[in-house]
């Protein structure tokens, strides 16, 4: 099971800290991902980590301002963002899959999802 937090409301060039935590003992054994997905739009992928953590993949639209991160002992995986920016709104999944990936159906479990709100 996985349980995202950290959304909320922040003015554009503002920064949040996403945290999705799972439970179950095998975390460590995914990659895990970050979606996203605003109003009438697709979900579209963000962000990605190895299992391990040594391998990340951005979506060419976050590179630089977005940082993903894990914790294999506490079981969590984060997404740092800075410079917020209006079109950052959207609601955030957390998932796990076999491998890194921006491919959506690869993600096997999703979150429940975090509403982050950009005001300009």
């Known amino acids: 099971q996985l349980q995202a937090s950290g959304g909320g409301l922040v003015q554009a060039g503002g920064s949040l800290r996403l945290s999705c935590a799972a439970s179950?003992?095998?975390?460590?054994?995914?990659?895990m991902g970050w979606f996203r997905q605003a109003p009438g739009k697709e979900r579209e992928f963000v962000a990605s980590?190895?299992?391990?953590?040594?391998?990340?993949y951005y979506a060419e639209s976050v590179k630089g301002r977005f940082t993903i991160s894990r914790d294999n002992v506490k079981n969590t995986v984060d997404l740092q963002i800075l410079s917020l920016k209006s079109e950052d709104t959207a609601t955030y999944y957390c998932?796990?899959?076999?491998?890194?990936?921006?491919?959506?159906?690869?993600?096997?479990?999703w979150g429940q999802g975090t509403q982050v709100t950009v005001s300009s």
């Open positions: 998932a796990a899959g076999p491998r890194v990936s921006n491919i959506r159906t690869q993600y096997a479990y």
């Open positions: 179950g003992r095998t975390f460590s054994i995914y990659a």
């Open positions: 980590i190895s299992s391990g953590g040594g391998r990340t």
